[in-house]
């Protein structure tokens, strides 16, 4: 009997979901779960999560006392929502989950590793070992110097927002566990941008990412490559191989439902053999070939105004929601 396109997948790449939404995660008893502020704020209107979302209002509250202002408790009951997620998720899922870093601080170093430092204490606090976390952050020169502190003190990174080989050869020397280039974000500008359609190995996205894969292997190293943001299983076809792929539940059901030979497309021996140019990474360089990369530059950018409007739409429904809940409280 043929077995479906996920079953061959699994067979030689580590499958990731990426949702918020630990019942999809129940179905399909993925390797490892991403989540994002743009998933946990979907996920955080979802009536079967309202007991988590009230349990970590009312504990922030207690937390700063009734003299604080909502925004404040609001902005505690975000970071704390993150976790709560992530240890239901563990429960669920054998390996990692990546909890990610405020995006509105991708270009301050300092507070990037603070608040990944406050998330690892709040796993350990849980009883969930280090080794079971990614710190999700963007791949910002900011963002990456912060990685390589924390790399350092043992706390495994997930550089996020990746668009551009500078970022992910930045993320490579700074010794970042895990990078996610947006395979389908790269597609939507080229695609807005020549007005063309894209499909197989031509995908600008697919591209991409198998260009920083083969330059990984090819120079030995350790930093694993995930891909994320899909726009269809053609590209998560044409990535068969990669060392992880992070898949949305959509897709995560039609490779499932799909019948079909799986060829191995990227292969760490075969990167080996090929010819590639070894760049030298430093500040100037990454900030000319960004400057250089209009993608790059457009999606980063907007990636980050994104998760950051996102962070904000959680952050003024979990004030409602705590004024609904005081006020019940108060009756």
């Known amino acids: 009997m043929a077995k479906n396109l996920l079953e061959q997948l699994r ?33 955080a209107q979802l009536p079967q999560y309202q007991s988590i979302v009230d349990g970590v209002l009312l504990e922030a509250r207690k937390e700063l ?38 995006a509105r601080l991708s270009f301050d170093t300092e507070a990037t590793i603070a608040q990944a430092r406050e998330i690892i204490a709040q796993y350990d606090a849980a009883g969930i070992g280090r080794e079971r976390v990614l710190v999700k952050i963007a791949s910002t020169w900011e963002g990456i110097c912060a990685a390589e502190v924390l790399e350092k003190e043992g706390i495994h990174c997930n550089l996020t927002l990746l668009f551009g080989l500078h970022q992910a050869i930045a993320c490579a020397e700074a010794r970042v566990t895990l990078i996610s280039p947006f395979v389908g974000r790269i597609l939507d500008w080229y695609k807005k ?53 992070t898949i949305s539940p959509q897709l995560l059901a039609e490779l499932e439902a799909t019948e079909a030979e799986l060829p191995r497309k990227l292969d760490p021996e075969a990167a080996k053999g090929l010819t590639i140019e070894k760049i030298a990474m430093d500040r100037a360089t990454f900030d000319r070939m960004h400057a250089e990369d209009r993608m790059a ?7 980050i105004e994104g998760f950051s409007a996102a962070l904000e739409k959680l952050e003024a429904l ?11 409280g108060a009756r």
């Open 65 to 102: 006392g009734a003299a604080a202002d909502e925004a404040k408790v609001a902005n505690l009951a975000f970071r704390r929502l993150a976790i709560a997620f992530g240890k239901k998720i563990l429960a669920i899922v054998p390996g990692r989950v990546s909890t990610e870093v405020d």
């Open 193 to 245: 941008d020549t007005g063309r359609e894209y499909a197989g190995a031509e995908d600008p996205g697919v591209h991409s990412v198998t260009t920083v894969y083969n330059y990984y292997k090819k120079f030995g190293y350790k930093t694993q490559v995930m891909g994320a943001s899909f726009r269809n299983i053609g590209e998560i076809r044409e990535l068969a191989g990669c060392d992880l792929l």
């Open 11 to 43: 067979a030689m790449t580590v499958v990731v979901a990426d949702t918020g939404d630990i019942e999809a995660m129940e179905k399909f008893r993925p390797q490892d779960a991403t989540t994002n502020p743009s998933l946990i704020t979907a996920a």
């Open 318 to 328: 979990l004030s409602r929601r705590l004024t609904e809940l005081e006020a019940v």
């Open 297 to 303: 530059t457009d999606k980063l950018k907007e990636g």
